[in-house]
């Protein structure tokens, strides 16, 4: 069975740092693309990185450019999204997903999300 | 961007009602459209791709079409556990974006 199990959220300051951890089991990641979504409380859903299955290639949304970091580690099957310089609109809860269909598809499966609060 | 509108935001419907959920695209995606559905405290999980393509596993009265900038999904007869909020996504570039979802309550 795919599972993505996402971990690392927490409440962090304004301006603070939070490195959010995915842990993939069921298929052979290093095949995938993967990407992290986000999602505010009640509200939409946010598209906000992606990176390709040896790493060397990443695209981020405009709002995380410059903040955000997404890399993996084939050998241990895992994704991660270091965030830095953390807003309060990147409050949310973060999913990571296996990209479908390309480099840039749709999203299954999902992980169960786990939730970033950044607050004072 | 591309933007994705939905509508309508809400909709309230009984068991048994042919159900339709509208998502337009701000410019042409061709076919690169996907349908997620979502419960309170879960996932999304995807019920279509590719505008029309079925997911397997996904009941057969989940239904999708469109191309270009004017999407549908439609579920033929509302059955008790598609009481969730659905959402399109499109993935014409690398900067997928979401429309701001359909909520299906009961009526």
């Known amino acids: 069975e795919v599972q993505l199990v996402e971990s690392g959220g927490a409440l962090v300051q304004p301006g603070g740092s939070l490195r959010l951890s995915c842990a993939a089991s069921g298929f052979t990641f290093s095949d995938y693309w993967m990407s992290w979504v986000r999602q505010v409380s009640g509200k939409g859903l946010e598209w906000v990185a992606n990176i390709k299955e040896d790493g060397s290639d990443k695209y981020y949304v405009d709002s995380v450019k410059g903040r955000f970091t997404i890399s993996r580690d084939n050998a241990k099957n895992s994704l991660y999204l270091q965030m830095n310089s953390l807003r309060a609109e990147d409050t949310a809860v973060y999913y990571c997903a296996k990209d479908r269909g390309s480099n840039w598809g749709w999203f299954d499966p999902w992980g169960q999300g786990t939730l970033v609060t950044v607050s004072s | 961007d591309i933007q994705m509108t939905q509508s309508p935001s809400t909709l309230s419907a009984s068991v048994g009602d042919r159900v339709t959920i509208t998502c337009r695209a701000s410019q042409s995606i061709s076919s690169w459209l996907a349908w997620y559905q979502q419960k309170p405290g879960k996932a999304p999980k995807v019920l279509i791709y590719k505008a029309s393509t079925l997911e397997s596993g996904v009941p057969s009265r989940f239904s999708g079409s469109g191309s270009g900038t004017e999407f549908t999904l439609t579920i033929s007869s509302l059955q008790p556990d598609d009481f969730a909020t659905y959402y399109c996504?499109?993935?014409?570039?690398?900067?997928?974006?979401f429309g701001q979802g359909t909520k299906v309550e009961i009526k």
């Open positions: 996504q499109q993935y014409n570039s690398y900067s997928r974006t």
